[in-house]
């Protein structure tokens, strides 16, 4: 199976290899809703960047179906440790649109207060743990807390995301070597889009997938269609109850594609053929799940053309929120850091916010970012 591509849905939108859904209509509305609302969020992400509004957006188009079908199957308690193309998650998990953008701004509405690359999300609230830049580190953390919830005889599992990318560094070696000796419950979710921002899967490695990498450790690893709702949410849950029931990890590379370029920084026509993506254009996750719920008539065109104005409003309103709060103070450098804060620093403090009045606040409009 680490080979083999799983998929139940093609890209017409029919279902295939006998596979009939378990998730109901109103579920099926959801995700979908959900998916919509999500490609909202990353087109405005970036075009707040070309506006000069933020510094850096790092966008998800085209992977939605991987993170979102995949983080449906946990609990709300089960932990996440991301790498940077789910936001669908958040939004998932209820956070507040407005603090997405708080976040990509730094403002004071921003949990880090602007300490953490901008689209490099945290929630503790939801169990979605601070977004690495440095790549793959967050796949042994994953390890580390899963093996600490089977230790503690807890009923939670955990689930990594990295790219293909990171697949060659030692941190997913050492991670999966671990999770696999000792039966860790963690879900190793590669989204593979073949990309690391100009290397292609090709130079990456010379093994035939990534889930086959996963055999060597002893773990169960599966091949699936990253823009197949249908294959990623049935092969994660599947993962996710084994993990629970004590049952050891799983990793499964999402095989997927990076519509977008890299980040807000790159430019993927200079490295990649036209052909590619329009090949990859017509494999859209969200236009083959709309075809599906179309011919099923669970959704008809006017609920497609409610939801996409839903969803511009409300990430209009949640914009308009955002950029109306201020900048963090400079007091929470410091109170950020100590909840008693020793009387030498105090001293900095009262002296750093003394000379800001004499000086008056500066406004930095180069908002550069160079990654
Ligand atoms: C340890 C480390 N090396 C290099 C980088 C610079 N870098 C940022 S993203 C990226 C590409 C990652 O590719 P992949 O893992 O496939 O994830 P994708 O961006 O495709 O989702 C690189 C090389 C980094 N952040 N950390
Ligand atoms: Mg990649």
Redesign the pocket.
């Known amino acids: 199976m680490s080979t083999e591509l799983i998929k139940y849905l093609d890209e017409e939108g029919n279902l295939i290899n006998n596979y009939k859904p378990s998730l109901d209509e109103k579920k099926l509305r959801y995700l979908y809703d959900l998916m919509i609302l999500t490609r909202e969020f990353d087109d405005r992400g970036l075009k707040l960047q070309r506006q000069g509004r933020i510094g850096f957006y790092i966008g998800c188009k085209g992977q939605e179906a991987s993170h979102i079908a995949s983080a449906f199957a946990l609990n709300d308690d089960d932990w996440i440790f991301p790498?940077y193309?789910e936001p669908g998650i958040l939004i998932m998990r209820k956070v507040p649109l407005y603090k997405l953008f708080c976040q990509m701004i730094g403002n004071e509405g921003d949990p880090c207060h602007g300490r953490q690359m901008p689209c490099h999300y945290s929630h503790r609230e939801v169990n979605f743990v601070s977004i690495s830049?440095?790549?793959a580190t967050q796949i042994p953390h994953a390890v580390g807390a899963s093996y600490a919830m089977k230790y503690n005889k807890e009923k939670k599992v955990a689930v990594t995301y990295?790219?293909?990318?990171?697949t060659s560094?030692g941190d997913f070696h050492v991670a999966l070597n671990f999770a696999g000796v000792y039966k860790t419950p963690t879900i190793f979710i590669c989204?593979n889009?073949q990309?690391?921002?100009s290397v292609p899967i090709t130079k990456q490695t010379a093994s035939e997938s990534i889930a086959i990498k996963g055999l060597a450790y002893g773990i169960e690893s599966f091949k699936v269609d990253g823009n197949d709702v249908f294959a990623v949410y049935e092969v994660t849950k599947k993962a996710i109850e084994k993990a629970r029931d004590g049952g050891g990890p799983t990793l499964i590379e999402n095989y997927t594609y990076?519509l977008g370029s890299?980040s807000s920084s790159d430019d993927a026509t200079r490295y990649r053929s036209n052909q590619e993506y329009e090949l990859w254009l017509k494999k859209d996750p969200i236009i083959r799940f709309e075809k599906y719920l179309l011919s099923e008539g669970i959704i008809n065109k006017d609920y497609i053309d409610s939801q996409k104005k839903f969803a511009e409003e409300e990430i209009n309103n949640a914009i308009k929120q955002a950029e109306k709060l201020k900048n963090p103070s400079l007091e929470t450098l410091f109170t950020d850091v100590y909840e008693d804060i020793p009387s030498n620093l105090k001293e900095q403090m009262k002296n750093l916010i003394d000379e800001q009045k004499r000086l008056g606040e500066s406004e930095d409009n180069s908002l550069a970012f160079p990654?």
């Open positions: 790498s193309r830049s440095p790549l990295f790219g293909d990318g990171s560094e989204e889009n990309w690391a921002i990076r890299h990654l």
